[in-house]
């Protein structure tokens, strides 16, 4: 993977990669359809942009899944989909970690050096899900079918993800300039997710 070289912060780069995802999925506005991505299939740009896309489309499924009047067996199919996709999402989070890992793989980690909360890709997770609650909360504050007091919530609410994509990106940009730097250091602890694997989860291997 490679990455880009420009004067903007790596956090504010994902945003417009997050943002540019969000409006592509949006022409359509399907779970189905297919998205094209502008970036080199093996850059960091195109596995953030992808990310995003499976972010977009299980935000869907899930609006659909909440159907009062869906079909049980149409729902039963919506929900394993959903599954897939997080595992699927899981996946490319990871492969984002293994980047980020290589990046850094040379830096001399300072003796006081400390381990954050969660990994870079797992925050850009948040800063990729936050791209969605953004793009569908402006929706929201400008509906004209809603009532003003409607707008009115949504746009207060608006406000306050803004500001939180605000502080996850500064908090990105210098959670990676401290493992650059050696005062932090990565330790990734893969998901291991259990319902989905054969071995692990008891209905799946009682089943065999």
């Known amino acids: 993977m490679c990455t880009n070289n420009n004067s903007a912060s790596f956090a504010d780069h994902c945003n417009e990669i997050f943002d540019a995802c969000v409006v592509a999925y949006h022409v359509t506005n399907h779970v189905d359809a297919p998205v094209a991505s502008n970036f080199a299939p093996q850059s960091i740009e195109n596995t953030l942009f992808e990310k995003c896309l499976i972010d977009a489309r299980q935000w869907h499924l899930e609006d659909i899944i909440r159907d009062p009047e869906i079909d049980p067996v149409a729902a039963l199919a ?19 970690d293994d980047f980020f890992r290589q990046k850094y793989a040379a830096v ?4 006081n050096a400390t381990i954050n909360t969660e990994t870079p890709a797992w925050a850009l997770d948040r800063l990729s899900i936050l791209a969605l609650k953004i793009y569908h909360m402006k929706v929201e504050a400008e509906r004209a079918d809603a009532s003003a007091e409607h707008r009115s919530r949504c746009q207060g609410k608006l406000a306050i993800l ?27 602890y893969r998901q291991m997710k259990m319902y989905n694997d054969a071995d692990t989860n008891p209905v799946l291997y009682a089943s065999k």
């Open 78 to 96: 919506l929900k394993r989909r959903i599954d897939a996709s997080n595992q699927e999402r899981t996946d490319m989070v990871e492969q984002l």
């Open 162 to 188: 803004l500001q939180q994509r605000v502080d996850l990106s500064s908090a990105i940009d210098a959670l990676l300039d401290d493992i650059a730097a050696g005062r932090k250091y990565m330790k990734v």
């Open 108 to 111: 001399k980690v300072l003796p």
